[in-house]
């Protein structure tokens, strides 16, 4: 294998990947420098949502960026399938977010309204339906459920097939896949990037930092900021069933293959080496109540997994000042946000510079101020 | 394939294995009764729909998935015959309301 190329990224993830794959698309010599098996691993932990309702209270923009990733999703799909035979079966026919209480709908309707009433949001549709209408589409619903929130740019996607569709990608691309790879020192000098890790030095013309929460140790390294927030969620999964769910929900959705997956928590924690219980205890218990025939369901697996999360939660893309043709790329929905980091991000970085209107709102400079609050967090 | 050996003098116990009557031993494991049956009782897997019999007889793989008494994917070979049980030979995903 060479040893110098176009552009290294760091970061075999779901993120890298998708912008590994997309730098290879547009002919780019491309290495991905990623650690190994054991590393945690967000791209393997993830719900698998392509989901846009509710994201951006407190960052207009990453609305705009959302649906953008949502109404390109299809194509990456049939790009993906084309190129690598892997269906990952995209599902984009609407989501639900369901309530068990008039006091959890109101809220959800007020944060729904506030988003939309932002300005430079996209105007995207999101329908507050009462329990007849959501017993219409969803029929499995049980008595507890006072209705929902519909928004038909939602959907969800086999994210491992996805994961690994990418992955096949690379080979016909000509992108070097180097696992065991975990950088640790990155200098610049005389044009080119130098990259250290223990099985030797990498260097490339350019550099895309897309390495999880590693980024926030990393970015320093070329001038880039990327703090991370720790979290880490849960999921609980049932045995295969015959399809009885339509429409994904922001905590409940139905895989291709048939298993349910329950989720989603969200602790302050970086440890996904074991389970709190009592969290489990109560997705488990509202997933039942939303839908009672789960409670026949036996559950099979449990875990809890580590998301990427930036400090307020949006996106970070960034370019470094100090040292040219450096990237840094973040986010906490790797999976929804596939497509545009495919085909908006990695063609801006071939070309060595970042769309300000585009991207100019995701810089990492924006936590200097710590002006922004909110959350992208569903 | 299988035979009941002739020493084999254990109560019968009648069941039903897709509205057929069978005739199975006390004590005998679902799946054993199956296998003895005489009859077709492939399942077929949940993704692929690949034909599958009893394979471990101990717990472990999972190839003996059937629905017991309007109860699906339940392993045979871990649960006992009664009189009168009504088996199903499970076809695919279980059913979310069975």
């Given at each position: 294998?060479r040893?110098?190329y176009?552009?290294?990224?760091?970061g075999g993830?779901?993120?890298?990947?998708?912008?590994?794959w997309?730098?290879?698309?547009?002919?780019q010599?491309?290495?991905?420098?990623?650690?190994?098996?054991?590393?945690?691993?967000?791209?393997?932990a993830?719900?698998?949502?392509v989901?846009?309702?509710?994201?951006?209270?407190?960052?207009?923009?990453?609305?705009?960026?959302?649906?953008?990733?949502?109404?390109?999703?299809?194509?990456?799909a049939?790009d993906?399938?084309?190129?690598t035979?892997?269906?990952?079966?995209?599902?984009?026919?609407?989501?639900?977010h369901?309530?068990?209480?008039?006091?959890?709908?109101e809220q959800?309707a007020n944060?729904l309204?506030r988003?939309?009433n932002?300005?430079?949001?996209?105007d995207y549709q999101?329908?507050v339906?009462?329990r007849d209408r959501?017993a219409?589409m969803?029929?499995?619903i049980?008595p507890?459920?006072?209705?929902?929130?519909?928004c038909p740019?939602?959907?969800h996607?086999n994210s491992?097939?996805t994961?690994?569709?990418?992955h096949?990608?690379f080979?016909?691309?000509?992108v070097?896949y180097?696992?065991?790879?975990?950088?640790?020192?990155?200098?610049?000098?005389?044009?080119?990037f130098?990259?250290a890790?223990?099985?030797?030095?990498?260097r490339?013309?350019?550099?895309?930092l897309a390495?999880?929460?590693a980024?926030q140790?990393?970015?320093?390294?070329?001038?880039?900021?990327?703090?991370?927030?720790?979290?880490?969620?849960?999921i609980?999964?049932?045995e295969?069933?015959l399809?009885f769910?339509?429409?994904p929900?922001?905590?409940?959705?139905?895989?291709?293959e048939g298993?349910v997956?329950?989720?989603?928590s969200?602790?302050d924690?970086l440890?996904?080496?074991g389970?709190d219980?009592s969290?489990?205890t109560?997705?488990?218990?509202?997933?039942?109540?939303?839908?009672?025939l789960?409670?026949?369901?036996?559950?099979?697996r449990?875990?809890?997994?580590i998301?990427?999360m930036p400090?307020d939660?949006?996106p970070?893309y960034?370019q470094?000042?100090?040292?040219?043709?450096?990237?840094?790329?973040?986010?906490?929905s790797?999976?929804?946000?596939a497509?545009?980091?495919?085909?908006?991000?990695?063609?801006?970085?071939?070309?060595?510079q970042?769309?300000?209107?585009?991207?100019g709102?995701f810089?990492?400079?924006?936590f200097a101020?710590m002006?922004t609050?909110?959350?992208?967090?569903? | 394939?299988?035979?009941?050996?002739?020493a084999?003098?254990?109560?019968?116990?009648?069941i039903?294995?897709?509205?057929?009557?069978v005739?199975?031993?006390e004590?005998?494991?679902?799946s054993?009764?199956?296998?003895?049956?005489?009859?077709?009782?492939?399942?077929?897997?949940?993704?692929s729909g690949?034909?599958?019999?009893?394979?471990?007889?101990m717990?472990v793989?999972?190839?003996c998935?059937?629905?017991?008494?309007?109860?699906?994917?339940?392993?045979?070979c871990?649960?006992?015959v009664r009189?009168?049980?009504?088996?199903?030979?499970?076809?695919?995903k279980?059913?979310?309301?069975?």
């Open positions: 294998m040893n110098d176009d552009i290294a990224v760091v993830g779901l993120l890298g990947s998708a912008i590994a997309g730098l290879g698309r547009i002919g010599r491309v290495v991905v420098l990623d650690e190994g098996d054991v590393t945690k691993r967000a791209s393997r993830n719900f698998a949502l989901w846009v309702q509710s994201k951006g209270l407190g960052m207009p923009a990453y609305t705009v960026w959302t649906v953008r990733a949502s109404e390109t999703w299809a194509q990456l049939a993906l399938k084309d190129q035979g892997l269906d990952v079966c995209l599902q984009r026919n609407g989501g639900f369901l309530a068990l209480s008039e006091g959890e709908l959800r944060t309204k988003l939309h932002q300005v430079g949001a996209a999101v329908e339906m009462d959501v219409a969803l029929p499995a049980g507890e459920v006072v209705g929902g929130t519909f740019l939602d959907g996607v491992l097939r994961f690994r569709a990418f096949t990608g080979k016909a691309f000509g070097d180097r696992p065991e790879h975990p950088v640790t020192a990155i200098a610049q000098s005389g044009g080119e130098r990259l890790t223990p099985r030797g030095e990498i490339a013309g350019k550099v895309v390495a999880g929460n980024n140790a990393l970015a320093p390294m070329v001038g880039l900021h990327a703090p991370m927030g720790p979290t880490r969620g849960q609980v999964v049932t295969r069933t399809p769910l339509p429409h929900l922001t905590t409940i959705r139905q895989t291709d298993t997956m329950i989720g989603d969200k602790e924690l440890d996904d080496s389970l219980l969290i489990s109560v997705m488990a218990d509202r997933a039942r109540r939303t839908f009672p789960l409670g026949r369901l036996n559950v099979v449990t875990w809890s997994g998301r990427v400090k939660g949006f970070v960034d470094s000042e100090s040292h040219p043709g450096a990237f840094v790329a973040c986010c906490h790797g999976v929804t946000l497509s545009n980091h495919a085909y908006a991000l990695a063609p801006m970085i071939a070309a060595g970042l769309d300000a209107t585009e991207v709102a810089t990492g400079r924006r101020a002006a609050t909110g959350s992208g967090y569903y | 394939m299988f035979k009941r050996l002739q084999d003098t254990r109560k019968p116990v009648g039903f294995v897709d509205g057929t009557a005739t199975a031993r004590g005998d494991t679902v054993a009764a199956l296998l003895a049956s005489g009859l077709d009782v492939r399942r077929t897997t949940a993704v690949a034909p599958r019999l009893p394979y471990c007889m717990g793989c999972f190839d998935l059937v629905t017991v008494d309007g109860t699906g994917n339940r392993q045979g871990l649960i006992t009189e009168g049980m009504r088996i199903e030979i499970q076809k695919g279980r059913e979310i309301g069975r």
